[in-house]
């Protein structure tokens, strides 16, 4: 069964120039697009996605990070496409948990500037996908 996930390359991906390397994985590993964009976000935007971590010690800088520049939203399709992007992504501390050969594994030294994020469930993913692309239709 397809299932959709909302990916962001953050605006740290754009800046150091990894956006065509981690497309191509994702593109290598099968899933494919249904939205695909260059945004600058707003903090309405970032405070709504980033909800769930409002009042956590990192939140402020969480939101100034994911709206200090352009990043890349995207919105993936395959079988069990939450669980294959969040495998391909690594875990989220980049040294602790990610492993070598997935993309902040390869990438990333810190768990702010982890480079990319995918949706953590489907219910998830249908959130977020309805906040960042909100004229997709199922
Ligand atoms: P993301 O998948 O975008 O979801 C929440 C983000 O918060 C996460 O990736 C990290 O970038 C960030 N994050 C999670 N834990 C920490 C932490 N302990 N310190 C700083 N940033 C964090």
Redesign the pocket.
Known sequence: MTERTLV?I?PDGVSRSLVGDILARIERKGLTFAALELKNVSDDLAAKH?AE?EG???YP??VE??TSGPLVAAVLEGPRAVAAFRQI?GG??PVEKAVPGTIRGDYAL?????L???S?SPESAEREIALWFPALND
């Open positions: 962001l953050k980033y971590h956590k010690p990192f800088s969480l990070f994911i992504a989220t501390d810190s768990t702010q500037y982890n990319v994020h995918g953590d």
